[in-house]
């Protein structure tokens, strides 16, 4: 039998209060492998739609669902991410061609831009799709911000999990945010270099705009070398004082 919303909303009270029974965290697993099959539909969809194969990741685990639970006031039944699929595109102006493709697709979908607003340096495009009931999520990645995912991974491994959500040691949130920053301004400058060989058609046209466009991309790739070799640094410097 179905659970109801009275039912998740009453279990995630629970197990945001810590005072649950093993009951309790069978119902938990039984809800979240319940997306399974709707989180397989999407990323379906989502392939046919772009042309993309998605990646697929299992349903989140109950520990990591609890985690969110406490952390967040969001009701059980109202989580969005237990299920879904990442895509990952060249750039901003083929990620956004892509939203609006996906938007199209699905009857019933909400969009989550969280490129100019970052999440503690988190920049992508999510998709929230309602199917059969069921909350899916479709995160939309350019490749820098698929690359900007990985080092917060990375680091959340090493120095926990709090560090994806603006805990953990203050250098290394800093680090993440000063990254997210450069990568955002290098797409941007990305995206207006497209925008003006559009516009005069060939890059190597003489125009003082289009040469100034060149120059802001070249320093960006400047700035991400020295972020980057710096962030390198941090971590070995980090790991030697930990061995």
Known sequence: MPISQSQLTKLGDRLRADVTEEQDLKLLDEYRRSFEVPGKWVSNEV????????????????????????????????????????ISVPNLRVQSEVVEQ??????????????????????????VVRHEGFLIEVQVRTTLQHLWGQLSETLADRFGNAVKYGGGPPEVGEMLTRCSDVLARLEVAELELGELEHLFG??????????????????????????????????????????
Do not use: W
């Open 202 to 243: 060939s890059t190597k046209s003489p125009d003082d705009a289009l040469h100034g466009r060149l120059s802001t991309v070249r320093k960006n790739l400047d700035s991400l070398h020295e972020l980057l070799s710096s962030i390198m640094n941090a971590i070995s410097v980090r790991l030697l004082k930990a061995d």
């Open 47 to 86: 392939r046919i739609c772009t042309g993309i194969v998605p990646t697929e990741r299992n349903s989140k685990s109950s520990r990591a669902i609890i985690e969110k639970l406490r952390r967040q006031t969001s009701r059980l039944g109202r989580i969005q991410d237990i299920a879904g699929c990442r």
């Open 102 to 127: 996906l938007v199209a697709r699905f009857s019933d979908v909400e969009v989550k831009d969280r490129r100019e607003k970052p999440s503690h340096g988190y920049r992508a495009v999510h998709l």
